[in-house]
């Protein structure tokens, strides 16, 4: 069983603070993106940022805050979600939880910090259909 990531502790503040000014640049920086879901009870539209990058014809994410984040969860309950990522929104399906501690999927500097941060869970989806529109 894998541990839960080290940031699970700073998740309130992160919800509170952190999210709210990355989800201003997240769509434009490279590993960066926002997960577009809708609220599996609420039914709500949500936007979150999350770590993204692409692995061929797949993105994967990384789960810095675990599996049981409410984004994945809704993922998982919806199967797919809209990306907006590098400036373009994709339409992403079949989500596949999986773990790895080596982070192979990850680029190499970024593996370094994921495995300081205790991150070995990750999300792959793919691509449903080509770029939607701009962002």
Known sequence: MTRPPRTRAILPFTK???SPLIRRVAGRLPGFAIAHTRGRRTGLDRSTPVNVFRHGDDFVFALTYGAEADWVRNVLAAGECELVTRGRTY???APELFEDSRRRAM???VRFILGLLR???FLR???ANPVLKPA
Do not use: K, T, Y
Request: charged share 20%; aromatic share 0%.
């Open 16 to 18: 509170a603070v952190v």
């Open 91 to 93: 339409r992403v399906v």
């Open 107 to 109: 680029p190499a500097v």
């Open 119 to 121: 991150v070995d869970q």
């Open 125 to 127: 989806m793919r691509v």
